[in-house]
């Protein structure tokens, strides 16, 4: 049998939702992709797996009172998860990899206080026989990212156990081809791509850019998500804001290993 989930990454929200972030309400437009999945009766899907940014910034750990209102999210699983989001009746599990928007201990305390209460979340978990993977690459409160040694070991020690499996994690393991983002890439890119060229991965499911994306490590397939808040502009000049829908992404999973996705846009809120 497939394994549909939902893919969602960056929401950046505020202390409530209707905290307004250079003028826009994220807490909206995150309500507004989850009232749409709920719409679409969750598109058959098993979970969501959030992948970082979900609050504004690290400085305002606040906002994860406000994450967790929006969401609905109920329940006491340690890291990562799954709580389960009752937001307009979805009651779906909800998994959180998190971003450099993220302090790993305040996400922490006030989403999972019943785990560990401090590390990275390098997790590994089982869902319909697929293994996830959330490799948190350890980078917050910079732009600039590296992979941290330990979750590089950690990821290579995971990765020597040949089952099928699926990555979600917050920075690209790509160069996304935007010079703004590579700048910030690091540079031993490679030993990470070439740990999982030969590997059992199924396929990534990446944020940060806020822009979605595509592309692949040899046969591995990358799928970078849409943000649920607004997007910068990469044109030349001096960087912008710009309005898009909220985006989500289905994925399944098929029962040969091969993965398929869909996009989906929710209503940019009023
Ligand atoms: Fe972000």
């Avoid at 969602?8 to 972030?21: F, K, R």
């Avoid at 406000?66 to 969401?71: C, L």
């Avoid at 040949?162 to 081809?177: M, R």
Wanted: hydrophobic share 40%; glycine share 8%.
């Amino acid at each position: 049998m497939s394994l549909k989930f939902i893919h969602i990454t960056d929401s950046h929200v505020g202390e409530t939702a209707d905290t307004l972030l250079h003028f826009y309400a994220s807490g909206r437009a995150l309500s507004a992709a989850l009232a749409h999945i709920a719409r679409h009766d969750r598109h058959g899907a098993a979970f969501i797996a959030h992948t970082g940014d979900m609050i504004c910034t690290s400085s305002r750990p606040e906002s994860y009172e406000g994450a967790r209102a929006i969401y609905g999210l109920e329940g006491d699983a340690p890291a990562p998860g799954p709580l389960v989001a009752r937001a307009h009746g979805l009651d779906l599990p909800w998994y959180y990899i998190p971003g450099n928007a993220d302090d790993r201990d305040a996400c922490r305390a006030r989403i999972f206080p019943r785990g560990p209460r401090h590390g990275l979340f390098n997790y590994s978990w089982e869902v319909a026989g697929i293994r996830f993977l959330s490799l948190d690459w350890g980078a917050w409160k910079t732009d600039v990212y590296t992979l941290e040694p330990s979750a590089f070991a950690w990821l290579e020690r995971q990765l020597q156990h040949s089952v099928p499996t699926i990555i979600l994690t917050h920075h690209p393991p790509v160069h996304v081809g935007v010079e703004m983002f590579d700048r910030m890439t690091p540079e031993d890119l490679p030993r990470l791509q070439n740990l999982i060229r030969d590997s059992s991965v199924a396929a990534i499911f990446h944020g940060h850019t806020h822009y979605p994306w595509e592309t692949r490590i040899g046969r591995v397939p990358v799928f970078g998500t849409g943000s649920i808040t607004y997007r910068l502009s990469y044109d030349e000049g001096p960087p912008h804001l710009k309005l898009f829908p909220p985006q989500y992404r289905v994925v399944t999973v098929k029962d040969d290993g091969s993965v398929s996705t869909e996009v989906w846009e929710a209503e940019l809120p009023a």
